[in-house]
């Protein structure tokens, strides 16, 4: 069964029960595998199988429990979402402000001490009661619609309390203004709250509006990613260079970049060389040579040379692309920490419901004359302070910011259960060839035996090893053609053995060729040139021994040069007090050189590729919590079977299957960097949710009126809606705080 995965914006989603109830619904739809909602990017993302799944199930889904998804077909792209989130801002800051100005006239005329200052009009409760009405039912109608929604459902969320809380004050208070003599023959002062159903309205939507300013500023990487790509492009047609927009480049068309513009979609180089600025999507500061062949990457800045490429890569293929799908999905996952604020969320409305009608039934029998009003306005505080937005918000809002600054330094986190794993690691794991190493291994040495010739030894090699794919094939060949040696036919057979070697027949010859221990099993003696295998050996080669019709014959040295940053990333793990362990297939001679020269300490050689994950699964039997860096591709069983899985990027094909986190620059101080981050977001999210839990278990007995007795303190329901605004808020600007973390890749 083929699985799709699709993230749309959700439109209406205010708190934590907002995202229970929309995962509900959409779990409950018959297809569906998976289902999360970010309250802090309004986004939902839905695994499911699309034959028995529609983008209209998913949106009726949605819409059965109160909210809008916005599908494919609706938002064309990201500028329209991003247009749409303006005019909500405007529209959610004039309710705000429109409610803060009426209720400001209502405080003055009815607000004990200021009152006596105001005009008489001011004073008057028929006044207070028309001008509390456009409040009530005008600025605060999106909580009637949304509480509707969800009574609907059997279900209750912060919109509920907000209806039940101000709808209570806006009644007792018009009952007070209607018959204000049947209240007075039951020895209550009639004196209405419109102040606190207006101002706690005006205070919650300003709160809101400032929470979405806020939450903006969470998905700046995204939009910063977006706004790299070029906006047209210039194509070679029919002889002539024609400048047309971005979306109509074809696979295979002919493009030219000049000095100072972008580089429009992926593709390989054919004529012309520059130097290429690739920081923006990679991390790395210098800008990289390119030549004929090379590929390059869209988005990225030439800097002063001029060439024409073939695309390879457009629309949402390309690797700028990738990145931004990568990122969105990594923002839109959860963390395994989410999940008590999940399951504390689902109970928390209907507690604090019962809290509140407790509230009231305690005060009114046991409170101060009038006891009425008195237990009134404690439920009314109780209802409004219990706001499970920071809950909500305490984890995603960190975790987009965490996410979207690794992505702007070329570290590209598959999901949020990697980003919170990732601090936990105490060991990382390195493949050798391609990871420590460039990958690109060059031949040092070809040793002949006594009367054979480099020449030949080499010409040899090279017709058998032109089928192979192997790196050290590929040097061999190289160093061949560099010495201008004639192209040789095809061998008239072929059999590689991964991990070995390769044999087969080469100009009526019976040729075999690889590691020691593979020409041993083909019952070829090796001694012979004992001491010319090991000089190279202890010389850091990887070394291919030749022999034709069952002898010896000569040997082959090829070193790969470690990255220019390996020496430094090993270095900045064990200062970290994180073990670095190397894991390779080369002899255990050329692993401990290379072990040597990067100064780690522990190896394990001559491991077939099938092998890697068993010894990753040994270092995990040993309690190490395992991070294994590779090349994502051969690596992938030794990733998948890693805590975490660490992939080096490969030109433009980001190897993010089987890996946890992606390095799109070859910079290896970013694992470092990505595990710190790692340690940093964590922290902001346990920040966060002690803050948010805190906030509600103070503030809730405060609300119910704990000090009274003590202190004869009872809680505003206006300063409550204060508090409770500045709850959501403030976890949302401590995670913005991650940002002014100084990355250094």
Known sequence: MSQTTKTFPIKGMHC???VTLIEGALRDVHGVSTANVNLANERATVTYDPAQVTDEQLRSAVASVGYQALMSDELAHEDAERARKRRELVALRFRALFSLA???????????????????????????????????????WQFYRATWSSLRHRSANMDTLVTIGTSVAFIYSAFMTIAPHLVQRL??????????????IGLILLGRYFEARAKAGTSEAIRKLLGLQAKTARVIRDGQEIDVPLAEVAVDDVLRVRPGEKVPVDGVILEGASAIDESMVTGESIPADKGPGDAVIGATVNRNGSFTFRATKIGSETMLAQIVRLVQEAQGSKAPIQRLADTVSSYFVPVVLMLAIATFALWYVVGPEPSLPFATLSMVAVLIIACPCAMGLATPTAIMVGTGLGAEHGILIKDAEALEIAHTVNTVAFDKTGTLTEGKPRVTRVVAREGRGEADILAIEYALERSSSHPVAAAIVAEARERGLATPPEPESFVAVPGHGVQGVVREMSVRAGTERFLRAGGIDTAVMRAEIDQLMDEGNTVTLIASDGELVGVIGVADTERATARQAVAQLVRRGIEVVMITGDHERVARSVATRLGITRFVAQVLPEQKSAQVEALQAEGKRVAMVGDGINDAPALAAADIGIAMASGTDVAIEAADITLVSKNLGAIAVALDLSRRTLRTIRMNLVWAFGYNIVLIPVAMGALYPVWGVLLNPMLASAAMAFSSISVVLNSLLLKRWHVRV
């Not at 607000?111 to 009009?121: D, K, N, R, T, Y």
């Not at 020895?187 to 706690?200: A, K, L, N």
Request: with cysteine.
């Open 102 to 140: 009426l209720g400001a006239v209502i405080v003055w005329g009815s607000f004990p001490g200021i009152s006596a200052i105001a005009p008489a009009l001011l004073r008057n409760a028929w006044f207070q009661f028309a001008v509390a009405i456009p409040v009530q039912f005008w600025a605060g």
């Open 16 to 18: 934590a029960s907002c």
């Open 187 to 200: 020895g209550i002062m009639p004196e209405p709250y419109f102040d606190v159903s207006t101002v706690i």
